[in-house]
């Protein structure tokens, strides 16, 4: 078979997803099917809007299935009769897949996983890595099974995490390491020329699906782990506290060299030398404040917040209900 006219369906629902799409169209394979999950309601007006996905794929005139589950016979019936794709490939779909759904194309589902597995399985790989603090992740294509993220893996490319990389900064990088993985993957398997590993169980790791609690800000936690979150959690849920009743996003920071010095957790400090410059005490180091965003106002430089916010150094940040600010409910200054 000529590797171009395979039938594939494509799966997959947010922007991340998008360029593989993309990258399909490009290397020329015929796309019978992209699926993605239904259209949900999104800004001020709670108006039905489509996904990333769904927007590509119409815009390269795809036809686009938004089934709120595979598991209903009616839905695999029409994946098998109407589509009969050869091959699926899933980027980020939202769903996992049944194991009669991957038994329909002869070359099975091939998953495009922005980690190495099987460490950082499950919803959140990116953030994950960025959270534990490791010097290296990657993107690996799998043979999907019924499992979360437990199929064979069929090849593995890696990169260095860098020491300001964010969720966005990795994200694209892995974004441009996958794609070329995808183009490489899919005829060499195809061909019969990779043999599936398995993953070794004993050494997976899991991530969650975030949620907005996980941006506030615990400062007892060790200036070291503060800062993997506030890379980790940009854009969403991002990282955030209290100070004199109004949410202040930590918008960047970095943890100095551990003194040993203790303190009271939450307590900002200045920072020696620098005259415009503020650290928050941890409950291991300090935590310095780079980029921060009052609520009510624009993003800006911590030297540029103290200018207008003298009283900020030497007050104690987190308020007594700080999940009300994840929540989205107001708090009244004490």
């Known amino acids: 078979m000529n590797v171009t006219g395979l039938r594939i369906a494509f799966m997959g629902t947010p922007d991340f997803a998008v360029p593989f799409l993309q990258q399909l169209v490009a290397d020329g394979y015929r796309i019978v099917g992209v699926y993605t999950q239904p259209d949900r309601p999104a800004g001020r007006s709670g108006a039905p809007a489509p996904s990333p996905v769904k927007r590509a794929a119409l815009q390269h005139n795809l036809p686009v299935y938004q089934p709120r589950s595979l598991r209903r016979p009616e839905e695999q019936q029409r994946l098998r009769r109407d ?6 490939i899933l980027a980020a779909y939202g769903l996992i897949l049944p194991q009669a759904v991957l038994d329909i194309p002869r070359y099975g589902g091939l998953n495009v996983h922005p980690s190495l597995l099987p460490r950082h399985r499950g919803p959140a790989p990116v953030v994950g890595a960025l959270l534990a603090g490791d010097a290296e992740t990657g993107v690996s294509m799998m043979l999907m099974d019924a499992g979360m993220d437990t199929g064979m893996v069929l090849a593995q490319r890696r990169i260095p995490i860098m020491p300001d990389d964010t969720t966005p900064t990795l994200t694209a990088r892995l974004i441009d390491l996958g794609r070329g993985l995808l183009s490489q993957t899919i005829p060499l398997w195809v061909g019969g020329d990779i043999t599936p590993q398995p993953q070794d169980d004993s050494k997976a790791t899991y991530t969650k699906l975030l949620t907005k609690e996980d941006g506030v800000i615990d400062w007892s936690l060790s200036a070291v782990e503060i800062e993997r979150r506030v890379r980790a959690y940009q854009p969403w849920p991002g990282s955030y506290t209290t100070w004199k009743g109004r ?6 920071a970095e943890a100095l060299p551990d003194t040993g010095t203790p303190g009271e957790p939450g307590r900002v400090v200045p920072v020696s030398g620098e005259p415009l410059a503020a650290a928050v005490q941890t409950g291991s180091g300090l935590l310095q404040l ?8 624009r993003a ?12 900020f150094v030497g007050s104690r940040l987190g308020g007594k209900r700080p999940l009300d600010y994840a929540l989205g409910r107001p708090e009244k200054p004490p």
């Open 247 to 252: 949410q202040i996003k930590v918008l960047e």
């Open 300 to 311: 800006m430089s911590t030297d540029e917040f103290l200018r207008g916010s003298r009283d």
């Open 290 to 297: 780079l980029r921060v965003q009052l609520e009510g106002r």
């Open 83 to 88: 589509l009969a794709p050869d091959i699926i």
